[in-house]
């Protein structure tokens, strides 16, 4: 963790567990011979949020992976950012690209949330209604 600085996840199924069967697509399924199980950690290693300041960029219309495996734990240096898109489209997405952005130019030690600005909302869900241990704290 020391050598981290923050952490930026895009549509990454990071709360997937072991036999989780919120609803991996076909897409994902027929790729689970390539999967490393290890990586799927079983409900009692589930790890709480991380010791770096936290982003996960999440689409409800991934398509790959289901969106509410991606959330993490929101915190004072945790969030979640809905986008617009595709789980194989974040990558050239440029809603994506602005949050990145933002989250890069932050200061060591000034993390604040993602908050769109007024000429970028439009591009941005408006905040869903999560359940509350992903909300951000008011």
């Known amino acids: 963790p020391e050598g981290v600085r923050q952490v930026i996840t ?6 997937m567990t072991e036999g989780d069967d919120s609803a991996p697509s076909r897409f994902w399924e027929g790729l689970k011979h390539l999967h490393d199980q290890d990586l799927l950690a079983s409900p009692e290693t589930q790890l709480g949020p991380l010791p770096v300041p936290t982003t996960a960029v999440y689409t ?3 398509g790959v992976v289901h969106w ?3 959330l993490v734990e929101a915190g004072p240096q945790a969030e979640n ?3 617009y898109g ?5 990558g050239f997405n440029s809603s994506v690209a602005i949050v990145v952005a933002d989250r890069l130019a932050q200061r060591r030690g000034t993390w ?5 600005k007024w000429c970028t909302r439009a591009l941005f869900p408006k905040p869903a209604d999560l359940a509350p241990r992903y909300r951000q704290p008011a």
Not at 112 to 116: A, G, K, Y
């Open 81 to 83: 950012v809905e986008v």
């Open 86 to 90: 595709s789980h194989c489209g974040l």
């Open 68 to 70: 509410s495996t991606c």
């Open 10 to 15: 895009l549509g990454s199924p990071i709360h």
């Open 60 to 62: 409800r219309t991934d």
């Open 112 to 116: 604040t949330p993602f908050e769109s």
